[in-house]
């Protein structure tokens, strides 16, 4: 199945340290999103009966070979953050910027995953399965911990590569995601 990419936009403001010019703070604010459902999936198929999949996912299901039908899966992800961030310069060479960054993070997020198992082809060639639908929400207090590569493309733009490592504060708590991640983008200055 085709994966597609998602999209994080940031708002952030920062603030350098007078009196210790590699030291800054700030408040990034920011939502992202990833899905790789098709058009065809709708909310309905979440409360059909049957193979809890609408009619029409169901014929689009039916009509797959037995490879298509093994790979039969989807995943989305949305996120809205509010991070508060201490920066430190580790290094600057020829316009790049190397920094790493710690703080707070309060990150709300929610999963949704669908895929089908338990499948098999009777006598007379049509298919059966089963189908798994799952939702998870947290919102989690945590712990950012990352790098962020930064250079100057013009007095308003900023290349960015970031990479954070999230560790929640309530760490007995099953489920809760430990992530990495990285990303890469554009900034501009306002």
Do not use: C
Not at 181 to 186: A, F, K
């Amino acid at each position: 199945m085709p994966q597609t990419g998602g999209y994080n936009i940031e708002f952030n403001y920062e603030r350098n340290i007078e009196q210790l010019p590699i030291l800054s703070i700030g408040i990034d604010l920011g939502f992202g999103k990833q899905n790789d459902f098709p058009d065809y999936f709708d909310k309905s198929f979440m409360f059909a009966e049957g193979h809890d999949v609408s009619t029409k996912v169901d014929e689009h299901i039916r009509s797959l070979s037995i490879d298509e039908v093994s790979d039969f899966s989807f995943k989305g992800y949305n996120v809205n953050y509010l991070r508060l961030l201490a920066k430190f310069r580790v290094v600057s060479l020829k316009g790049f910027e190397l920094r790493a960054f710690s703080g707070i993070l309060i990150r709300d997020e929610n999963f949704v995953d669908f895929d089908i198992y338990h499948i098999s082809y009777n006598e007379d060639g049509s298919l059966n399965y089963k189908s798994n639908f799952r939702v998870q929400d947290n919102t989690t207090l945590g712990w950012p911990l990352g790098l962020e590569l930064k250079k100057q493309l013009s007095p308003k733009l900023k290349l960015s590569l970031d990479a954070l490592y999230g560790i929640p504060f309530d760490r007995r708590t099953k489920d809760l995601p430990v992530n990495l991640y990285s990303r890469i983008g554009i900034s501009r200055v306002f």
